[in-house]
């Protein structure tokens, strides 16, 4: 299954997201059963991606519990609206180890980002879907960074060639 560990993941999981299961950040509590997440890339523009529904209900949950800013946020900043990386890879490096929350050794949060684009890919979802998703600006830079667990499509290829000539002289 694929770690999440940037590069050497392996290309087996149990299932890759389901397209269906996605909702809006800038959400209302309740709201989120249609919606789709829409990750913040520069001020005024977002990009949709799947998100698994575990966690649709975990932001649910947190949601129901802390409510959201005025702008629909739900990770709050202290000095802007929204939660920075920083401070959530410190509270992930510093505040959670020790307490009862179940994070894989050596996972960070940058690492869920790569399990999730391993696990598409190795689950044949379209690389130009991933590649938007991941928010890159071509398929480029999708394809150098993941492009090892795709080393079976070659020979994938070839099969498919050879059943379909197969078939075309029967």
Known sequence: ?????????????SHPPERSDRHNSHARPG?????????????????????PRSVREAIECFVEKHG???DGYVLR????????????????YRKLPGKDVDIPEGMSVYGYRHFFAANCL?????ITDVAEWMGHKSI??????????MPASIGRAAR????????LAA
């Open 160 to 167: 498919l060639l050879d059943q379909e000539l197969h078939d």
């Open 31 to 51: 709201h989120f059963s249609k919606i789709l997440l829409r990750a913040h890339r520069k001020s005024g523009e977002f990009r949709e991606v799947p998100l």
């Open 122 to 126: 190795a689950h044949n979802i379209p």
């Open 140 to 149: 480029e830079v999708t394809f150098r960074i993941y492009r090892h667990l």
């Open 77 to 92: 900043g202290t000095r802007a609206k929204h939660m920075s990386h920083g401070t959530i890879n410190y509270i992930w």
């Open 1 to 13: 299954m694929p770690t999440g560990r940037r590069p050497r993941s392996t290309a087996e999981s």
């Open 68 to 70: 959201t800013t005025a």
